[in-house]
Every structure is written in C-alpha cells, then in structure tokens.
C-alpha cells in the first residue's frame, strides 16, 4: 500500500511534466545539400536524392563512366546529380532524345527480376516472370562480372513518343555495389544507339573492375569534365579555389571589409535559359524583387573580347553586388560571375573585365 | 505526520471515483464549448486553445493578464489517466472472475495514454508535388519557421530553423550556431503586404534592409476557414556579436525569394516559410491521377504513382499512393490527402506517431476484457438457471 501511494505521487508528477512540455518551441541545426534534387522526369527516373540531411552512398564504385570511357561523340553529357555517376543525352532526327545514365547503388538494391519490372512499370507495361525474364535477358561478359541487358518496348499514356518508348537497361551486382545503365527515350533513336550503349556498358564495367578498391573513394568530378578546355589569364591578386561539382573552375579575391569575392565560371550545355531568367535569378540570390524584360534588356552590354561577344551585367543589391559575363558557342553557354561587397566588387571590376578579355575557347 | 497525512490526502483525491465523475463531466463540457468555439476559431485554433493545452484562457489573446477559466484537454486526459490507474492500483485484488475488469482497464489506460502520446509527439505536415517533382521534405502548413542558411559551405547549407513559437515581439534570440543575434522587433501572426505606393497614406516600413524597405505590412486576423492559412511577417534586426548593427529585414512567407547578408565572413540567406521536415529518402510524383464520374465533376478516385529513393537502404521503388491504401516507411505514413484545383499537383499528408497502434492494441485489449466479463457473468447465469431447474 505504502509502494501504491508514492507510485501514485510520482505518477502525477510525471503526468504533470509530460503535459507541461511545450511543442515546437525548439530551434534546430541541420545541413542541407546545397545540389538540387534531381527532377524525375521521364528521362530521369534513377533519380536520387541529394538534399538527405546526412547523404551517404553505400557501395557507390567510383565515377569513372565519364572520365576515363570514350563515350560516341553524338552523346552530350548532362549535369550531374549526387546519384548519377555519368548523365547523357543523345539527340536524334525530329527532335527525338534519349537519355542515358549510370547509377551505383548498394548491393541490396533489389534484385533482376524486380528492377526490370520496375521499369516495365515505367513504360506502362505488365510485370513478367522469371521465366520471361530469362528468355528476353542477354548476358555481356565483363571484368566485374556479368551484366544482364534488357530491352523493354511500351509507351505510357500522355508520354511524347520523340522522349519515350523504350527502356534498354542493363544491372550487375558485385560484393558491395549494384550498377545501373539506362537508355530510355524514342524508340528508333534508342534502336539505333543500343550497340554504342552496350559497348560503353562494357567499357565502364572493364573500366570499374580494374580500379583499385583505395581509388573507388574518390569524390565526384566536377560535371563539367567533359566540357571542353578554355584559357585564361587568373589576376594577381585572385586565389584558385577547388571548383564544386556544378562549377568550372573557383576563384577567390579579397575584400576590404574582411570578406571575399568569389569569383566562379559555369558552363552547361545548350543555351542555359533566357538572359531575363538568369538575370532573375541572380537578383532574387541578391534579395532584389525580379525586373521586367525591358529593364533586364536595358542593364545587358555587351563586350568584344578577340573573336568572341559576351553579354555583360552588373546588379547592385544593398550590400552585395554582382557582375557577369556570359557567353553562347559550340552548344554551350559559359558563365562568369563575381560576386562580393558593393565596394569591393567596384574595386576589382577592371581586374573582371581583364579576366573575361583574356579567355580564349 | 503531516506530510503523511498530505500524502494520504493527495492519493485519495486521486483514487477517487468522483474524480473521474468530475474530469468525465468536465471533458464534456469542454468538447462542447470545443465544437461551439470552431465556428469562430476554426478546427485547428479551437483545437490548440481547448483540447492541446493546460488550461483554457480568458481573454483569448492579447499581451495583458490572462486568466485560466476551465481545465484544458491535455490537464482533464492526464488527471484521468493518472485516476484511471492510482485507483485501479488501490482497489486491484487479482482474482479470475475479475480478468475482464482488469483487460477493460488496461485497454482504457492504453487508449488515454495513447492518446495523450499521440498529442504529444505526433507531427502532421504535407507533401505537394507536381509531376516530376522530387521532394526530401514536407511542410508544416500550421507551423512557420524561420530558417537562417549559411551559405557559405562548399557542398553543404547549414540551416537554423527558428519556430515561430519563439519569434515574439522584443525577444532577443542568441543561438551557438550564429555569429549574431537576432531580435525580433515585429511579430504578425496574420498579415497582408503592399507594396508602400500602394498602401494607405502613412504607412510605414517596419524594415530598412532589402525588399521590406519598400513594403508596408498590414496585420488581419487570423485564418479561420480550413482551406486559408495564415501569412505570418517579422520584421528581424541582425545585431553582430561584436557589436554594431546590420539593419532590420522584414521576412515573410508572402516573400518569395529568400534574402541574403553578410557577417562574420560569411553569407546569409534568412527566409519565413513552413516548416520544414527533412527526411533521408526522397519522394518523387510520377503522375498523379484524378478520375471523375463520367459527365460529372464528382470525383471518383485520386491517387500519386510516386517513386521512393532511400540510397542510405539501396531503396528504389514505385509506389501507388490511394485512398486507404497509404504508403508507410521509416515510421512515416503518406495519405493521399488532396490535390491543387487544376490537377496541377498532388497533395500527400505525412504523419509521424509513434505511437499510432495505442487505440488498436486498446480496442482489442477492451473488447477482450469486455467479451470475458460478460462470459463469466453468462456461464454463472446459465448455471444457476441450469440448477434452478433441476
């Protein structure tokens, strides 16, 4: 009885303190991924997300699809995502596209017979059985291993036919990762491509085999890699940092106030949007409310480097304050942009333009 | 002695079977003046003010002196709880004829409990996406937060979220993870923007740093209908550590683009929005589906084909998201909840309670003790007629 009433006691006090505590009322710390998630859109349903709060990759083998396998010349690489070790795009006659990707995964990642399914799902097509599976699959002998391949026909509802169709796939699992390959896009541009593709399956699963597991760590190369090579002539006073995966190349000035200027130069392929768009968006970065298309039209210049016209901007916020160069050529579009303290950037401006006039593609 | 005898006093009070009479006939009355204030408040207000608190206030709001005026929902569902099992305890004689009365209680305290768990830790919020959109969070439409992201990382965004809870007008907010503090000089819980042109004459800014300087913002009341929410503003200084002052920044959820500053070498991005709960999977609408009865606008079924990618598992899936049939994964469980008017994108409610399986263990738990009592009471019946007979 004496046991019951101090039970009693301490259970209203904890009754009391659970009811007591108050919800929502702390404040969190936590890091994001600054690459964004990758859209899954037809073409890119491997997408993986890279926003996770603590972003792992267990068994990921290292990325040597895009840098050491010759990939055809009608392949355009894409931007990369945290999960796609290598992104392409091939493009073909009216506007038909296919899009190609690598994708390392742990050794869980499910197994033939229910990746393949996966993606019949994709194409609005019925599950088949192991049977099936067996009959359709082709086997490539590689040094990882073999890879199975298959070839998947079906067009879902409201999908273009000049981006979808057809899904040719291929999966090897080895001790600690599963490799994913696939071409999904129109069906005669995915026919025409599917020994370029095999071959380049291949290659990157002789490639893979042969790397040493202390090298299979390495980080993700910048996307740009496979962009091609440009000059230019770095200011004295501009420090080189280690480019991200979205830049190509990083640089660094100091400010007088303490801070920095940083100092980046991006490339992607095709146009990289619309001047107004870009504009906007450098100026939302900036805090500034978008402009109209006139008033972007009106704050673009232009500027006559050698044999090549950038277009130029230069955005003053309250603070900071913007300036870039931009340029469009061989399907590609090249940005310069430094960033930094109003006064700063107003400094080092002639340095900018001395940087963009020495650039040589 | 007389701590003895306190004691006695309190264990009796709370053994006491009247007390579950007074806490029964308080909860009804308070579900009644709960039900009534919804017409006025609407379900989400009338919920946190009569059924989510200690004690219901008066007056409602305001920064004077309030007074509580009845027991809330969390005090009147703890007191019983705390009843339920104190007099069980002083009252239990373990005995099989009495199995069905002690399930039935058991199954009782489970639910309470359940329930008052489920008050407690159990997190709402919602998902939209349009098709092809890939989200690792939800939102908490109900909840605002103020995140303020170093950007400076090369890979990485460090993110302080601030609740709104703690953003109230004069309070100095001084975190680790900051080189400044923050001091919140407005707080609106409601409120409605214009550009100063546009206002009343005489408006004033309450910012003097980005967009805000150039903004006037009106307080209204709060939202009440279950399809609006709130536009929650703040007007925030940033005060370096080191002295001195940055300006002040009105942030808001109508803002839509985030706002940046420097301090400590480092830039700052600050935004109001919902708040956010971040997840180590991602979720990715595939195509949402919205069929209606043909020649009418009545709808048939909705449902999100979505793929859930979870690379810390090697989880690569599609999954079918439909009415009774809700994806549930690490803890979570996704319903397909709406959708916007156009069909344009689908609306997921995704919900955390640990403790969701309290009322079916409970239900069963109770129907069991109930079944046994009742068959005792049957077969004693039974008997006795039987012998009555013979």
Not at chain 1, 256 to 280: L, Q
Not at chain 2, 31 to 44: K, P, Y
Not at chain 2, 116 to 142: C, I, K, P, W
Request: hydrophobic share 40%; with cysteine.
């Amino acid at each position: 009885m004496r046991i019951s009433k101090h039970f009693i006691v301490y259970l209203v006090l904890s009754c009391a303190l659970l009811v007591s505590c108050e919800k929502n009322s702390e404040i969190k710390v936590y890091r994001v991924s600054k690459a964004p998630l990758e859209q899954s859109t037809p073409q890119q349903e491997d997408a993986m997300p890279t926003n996770s709060a603590a972003p792992r990759m267990p068994g990921v083998l290292a990325p040597t699809a895009e840098t050491a396998v010759t990939t055809p010349p009608n392949w355009e690489a894409q931007p990369l995502s945290q999960m796609r070790q290598a992104s392409f795009l091939a493009k073909g006659d009216n506007g038909a596209v296919a899009d190609i990707s690598f994708v390392s995964l742990g050794s869980a990642a499910g197994n033939v017979l229910e990746n393949v399914n996966r993606w019949l799902g994709q194409l609005n097509q019925p599950p088949i059985t192991e049977q099936k599976l067996g009959e359709m699959a082709q086997r490539l002998h590689t040094s990882l291993g073999d890879v199975t391949i298959v070839d998947l026909a079906g067009l879902p509802d409201n999908a273009d036919p000049a981006r979808d169709g057809r899904i040719i796939a291929a999966m090897v699992t080895t001790a600690n990762a599963t490799l994913f390959f696939k071409m999904r896009g129109n069906a005669d541009l995915t026919e025409a491509q599917k020994g370029d593709f095999i071959k380049w399956v291949a290659a990157v699963c002789d490639s893979q085999g042969q790397t040493a597991p202390s090298q299979m760590a390495a980080a993700l190369p910048p996307q740009t890699t496979s962009a091609p090579p440009i000059k230019w002539t770095t200011p004295e006073d501009w420090t080189e940092v280690p480019p991200t995966s979205m830049r190509y190349a990083s640089f660094s000035a100091p400010a007088d106030e303490g801070g920095k200027i940083d100092i980046s130069i991006v490339t992607f392929p095709g146009d990289g949007g619309s001047d107004a768009d870009n504009i906007n968006r450098w100026r939302g970065q900036m805090g500034l409310p978008p402009a109209d298309a006139n008033a972007v039209t009106s704050q673009v210049a232009p500027l006559k480097t050698g044999d090549t016209t950038f277009s130029t901007t230069d955005i003053a916020g309250n603070k900071t304050r913007t300036i870039a160069a931009w340029t469009r050529r061989d399907g590609r579009v090249w940005f310069f942009k430094a960033t930094g303290p109003t006064a700063a950037i107003e400094k080092e401006k002639p340095n900018f333009v001395k940087f963009i006039e020495s650039v040589r593609f | 002695m007389g701590f003895r005898n306190m004691l006695r006093k309190i264990v009796d009070i709370f053994t006491s079977l009247k007390l579950t009479i007074v806490c029964l006939a308080a909860g009804m009355a308070l579900i009644f003046a709960g039900t009534l204030a919804q017409v006025h408040l609407g379900i989400h207000e009338a919920q946190q003010r009569y059924f989510q608190s200690m004690f219901v206030w008066w007056p409602p709001e305001g920064r004077g002196f309030q007074f509580p005026i009845f027991p809330g929902g969390h005090l009147i569902g703890a007191v019983l709880l705390v009843n339920l099992i104190a007099a069980h305890l002083k009252r239990f004689r373990w005995n099989w004829r009495k199995l069905g009365i002690h399930l039935t209680h058991a199954g009782l305290i489970i639910m309470l409990a359940g329930g008052l768990f489920t008050d407690l830790f159990a997190v709402e919020s919602h998902m939209q996406l349009a098709n092809g959109d890939a989200r690792n969070y939800s939102e908490d439409m109900r909840q605002t937060e103020l995140a303020v992201i170093d950007t400076s990382g090369d890979d990485l965004d460090q993110v302080t979220a601030i609740p709104d809870t703690v953003l109230r007008p004069n309070r100095v907010i001084d975190h680790w993870s900051l080189p400044f503090r923050i001091a919140v000089r407005n707080f609106y819980q409601n409120s409605r923007l214009k550009m100063l042109s546009q206002a009343a004459e005489g408006a004033q800014p309450i910012a003097n740093q980005g967009p805000g300087a150039m903004i006037a913002v009106e307080p209204v009341t709060r939202a009440t209908a279950s399809d609006e929410r709130d536009v929650p503003s703040a007007a925030i200084e940033i005060l370096p550590k080191d002295g001195g002052s940055l300006g002040t920044w009105l942030v808001s959820d109508a803002l839509g683009a985030p706002q940046t500053f420097s301090c400590g070498g480092r830039t700052w991005r600050i935004l109001l929005r919902p708040a956010r709960y971040y997840k180590p999977y991602s979720v990715t609408l595939q195509k949402f589906t919205h069929d209606k009865y043909v020649g009418t606008e009545i709808p048939k079924d909705f449902s999100s084909k979505v793929t859930l990618i979870d690379p810390e598992r090697s989880v690569n899936r599609d999954v079918l998201i439909y009415m009774n049939h809700p994806l549930r994964y690490r803890g979570e469980t996704f319903y397909q909840a709406g959708f916007q008017k156009d069909d344009s994108a689908t609306i997921l409610q995704v919900v955390h309670n640990p403790s969701f399986i309290a009322p079916y263990v409970a239900c069963v738990i109770v129907a069991a003790g109930l079944l046994v009592q009742f068959g005792f009471h049957l077969v004693g019946f039974s008997r006795q007629r039987r012998k009555a007979i013979a």
